[in-house]
């Protein structure tokens, strides 16, 4: 098991802990360092070396093969319990820039985000771009003594769009629509599973409501729900005008969310890498009838002088 921290211009090399917890339906992915308060009994002073708002890089792996598991930076460092925490965090920690009082009228979120990025990379000196493939338009959007941060969780809240950043990009799509890798991660309970917190559930058991919303020719807003009624709901709004439509669209959304499946989570080791927006294909030797591909909502990552794992939180069944 090995390790590259690297805090502005330091390395870090005496390392106690490591955690990182990434998601799509989380605004920022986070990193928590704790590093020994004293060695060969005296103490040791970091805080002349290394300073809030410096880059953080972790890469972790096995036998010279390591992976960038983290990029961000230095939020604040707390030197409480006789040890030195580092708390740290995603490109989003640059993105508390407060913006000019403005309104929007008739536009989309894609420009709405843009703007806010100009007004960050003006204020950072950054060159952040935005991925937006998600089809969201405001009558209006009014930005008041709010800063980008604000933006991003008002949108999040309205859209339920998944956004996260990949190094300078934010990227903003539909829930389940980004698919990063090709070819399904692979977890077998007898190979690469060491601790499972997973339950298969059948459809037929789940509690779950979808409502869908379209405007039809008139104006008027109409609704159509499938599943039970006092379920948890998932709402959409689909962009057709009729009826059947409509209807068909409740239908295939409500098939996505209701099937036979697994929920919850399970924890593997650093190999093999898996980050929010994978999908990964789950089997169970003994009953095959179970194996599905999931679609990787969080990772959470966790290193110390023991090893490495990954617990991986799966979200909806893919195939």
């Known amino acids: 098991m090995e390790h590259n921290i690297t805090v502005g211009a330091w ?11 990434k998601s799509v339906e989380t605004l920022s992915d986070t990193a928590v360092i704790v590093l020994p308060g004293t060695y060969i009994n005296a103490g040791i002073n970091i805080e002349d070396k290394i300073f809030v708002g410096d880059e953080v890089e972790i890469k972790l792996g096995y036998d010279g093969d390591l992976k960038t598991e983290f990029k961000g930076y230095l939020k604040s460092i707390q030197t409480d319990d006789g040890s030195i925490t580092l708390e740290c965090e995603d490109a989003l920690y640059m993105w508390r820039q ?14 709405v ?22 089809e969201f338009n405001y009558e209006k959007f009014t930005f008041y003594k709010a800063n980008a941060i604000d933006v991003l969780k008002q949108v999040q809240e309205e859209t339920k769009a998944n956004i996260y950043f990949d190094g300078n990009v934010l990227h903003i799509h539909a829930p389940y629509s980004q698919i990063v890798n090709a ?24 509690n779950t409501c979808v409502e869908v919303s379209f405007h039809k020719s008139n104006g008027q807003t109409q609704k159509f729900t499938v599943g039970r009624k006092n379920g948890t709901k998932i709402q959409k709004t689909v962009s057709v005008n009729d009826e059947a439509s409509a209807k068909r669209a409740a239908e295939s959304e409500y098939s996505l969310w209701c099937y036979d499946g697994y929920e919850g989570s399970l924890t593997g080791w650093l190999i093999p890498f898996v980050e929010p927006a994978y999908k990964v294909t789950v089997r169970d030797g003994e009953y095959p009838q179970k194996t599905g591909t999931y679609y990787v909502i969080a990772t959470e990552v966790s290193f110390s002088s023991s090893g490495g794992v990954r617990k991986v939180t799966l979200g909806r069944k893919i195939q």
């Open 113 to 134: 985000l843009q703007k806010v990025c100009t007004a960050v990379n003006a204020a950072t000196g950054n060159t952040y771009t935005v991925m937006c493939d998600y």
């Open 183 to 206: 070819l399904p991660v692979i977890y077998d309970f007898a190979v690469n599973v060491e601790k499972s917190e997973l339950k298969y559930i059948k459809a037929v058991d789940k």
């Open 98 to 111: 407060p913006l000019d009082d403005i309104q929007l009228a008739n536009v989309s979120l894609k420009t």
């Open 11 to 21: 390395r870090l090399t005496m390392i106690d802990s490591v955690k990182i917890n």
